[in-house]
């Protein structure tokens, strides 16, 4: 009897952990997220100035990261 009680409390402190973990995780991937998508549009603005066939070459493999990077974080 003792036992299950031991293991009972032991199941929902881990429980309670996961609980508090998960939030923490959700948290930050949406900060991770926030920031993504603010370098997102930074270098989509420097790309609606004009560029050089060298800095789009640099744009589009920011992009291309990022975006990697949005569809890890944000989705």
Same mark, same amino acid.
């Given at each position: 009897m003792q036992n299950h009680t031991i293991l009972?409390?032991?199941l929902s402190v881990l429980m309670f952990f996961g609980i508090e973990m998960a939030y923490a995780s959700s948290s930050k991937k949406k900060e991770k997220c926030e920031k993504v998508n603010d370098k997102i549009t930074k270098v $989509? !603005?420097?790309m609606r !100035?004009?560029?050089t066939t060298k800095q789009g070459v640099k744009y589009h493999k $920011?992009? !291309?990261k990022l975006y990697k990077q949005q569809f890890e974080y944000c989705i």
């Open positions: 009972i409390s032991f $989509q !603005n420097k !100035n004009g560029y $920011q992009l !291309n």
